[in-house]
């Protein structure tokens, strides 16, 4: 039926190149338009309203921190890194990012502490209260809560991917680790009872994230970080990827321009971890004007994908739809 579909509609689209391909190869008919995934940026706060809750945003993500972890970090000496979307453990890349942040944890030429969020909802139980009691003191904490991995309390915790793979890993947020890891197993709607903060509102405090996918039509969530001055990390097997190398002339855009697309295949999962470390490892060292360049390249990519820009392929798709429409009618 899809097949027939596509070769029969008034025009035929998809969402990007990634897609497209799947419908030469499955249904014998490229896309007569792709139509990319725009978006409205009128959510991103901008001048001071962004300063302000920049600084809110890490101030609760380091007090979250020290109140799980009792370790202190400071600002200017810590990198705050993190990935969010669906628990699509190998199609979101959550296992390479684990497996790149193990790396880097090796790596001696870190330059800043390192706090990397996964912000993906699972089987979320409870908030956990003896975090939240640390969290409604005013203490600084010197010794880690039992289990500092978590801030929500999961029913299937013995059964956990990402809780399963940091254990393989042997990456416990040790005192001597400078990657630590915190997983946010909750939907950031402002009432998880710990975070208490929208998604939006906890997004733009992170210095980099990371979305090395393995599977993405599209990929909102890389095209939202640089929305937000947050440089990102993706693959050229995301749409948003493919995307952001064709403002580089088909060249593959690097971290400078505020987008870092990585190669990916079936059989590179080890090169693409070592990658992630090294653009951190890179990242890390770079001076506060470095960074703040890039993070201006972020925010220009995302203006090149506002729906002013895109909805130009639309009007194209209803003109073929249209012309098409008008044949069928006249041959009638």
Not at 9 to 20: G, M, P, Y
Not at 111 to 135: T, Y
Request: proline residues 4%; charged residues 25%; neutral net charge.
């Amino acid at each position: 039926i899809e097949k027939q579909t596509a070769h029969h509609v008034d025009c035929f689209t998809t969402v990007s190149e990634i897609t497209n391909n799947e419908c030469k190869e499955l249904l014998d008919k490229p896309a007569d338009v792709v139509l990319m995934n725009g978006f409205e940026n009128d959510f991103v706060p901008v001048g001071s309203s962004y300063t302000a809750k920049r600084k809110k945003a890490r101030q609760l993500k380091l007090r979250l921190a020290n109140c799980l972890l009792g370790e202190e970090f400071k600002d200017e000496e810590t990198l705050v890194i993190g990935t969010s979307g669906r628990y699509e453990f190998k199609n979101k890349g959550i296992n390479v990012f684990l497996e790149a942040l193990n790396r880097l944890n090796r790596d001696k030429n870190l330059k800043k502490k390192v706090l990397a969020f996964v912000n993906v909802p699972s089987w979320v139980g409870d908030p956990r209260e003896d975090l939240l009691e640390r969290l409604n003191s005013k203490k600084i904490f010197t010794t880690p809560l039992t289990c500092p991995l978590i801030t929500h309390w999961l029913h299937n915790m013995t059964h956990d991917q990402v809780l399963d793979m940091l254990k393989y890993l042997g990456m416990g947020n040790n005192p001597e680790d400078k990657v630590k890891v915190i997983f946010v197993p909750c939907y950031l709607d402002g009432f998880d009872g710990i975070i208490n903060k929208h998604y939006y509102d906890i997004v733009l405090c992170e210095d980099l994230t990371v979305y090395p996918s393995y599977y993405e039509p599209w990929g909102y969530t890389p095209l939202e970080s640089v929305a937000f001055k947050v440089p990102t990390i993706t693959t050229d097997l995301a749409g948003f990827g493919l995307w952001a190398n064709t403002l580089k002339g088909g060249k593959y855009s690097e971290i400078e321009d505020g987008v870092k697309v990585i190669h990916r295949s079936d059989y590179n999962y080890s090169e693409v971890a070592d990658v992630i470390r090294d653009t951190i490892v890179d990242f890390s060292a770079k001076s506060d004007t470095e960074v703040k360049k890039i993070r201006k390249n972020a925010a220009s990519v995302a203006e090149k994908a506002l729906w002013k820009h895109f909805i130009r392929y639309y009007y194209e798709a209803y003109d073929i739809a249209l012309c098409n429409a008008q044949k069928r009618n006249s041959q009638a």
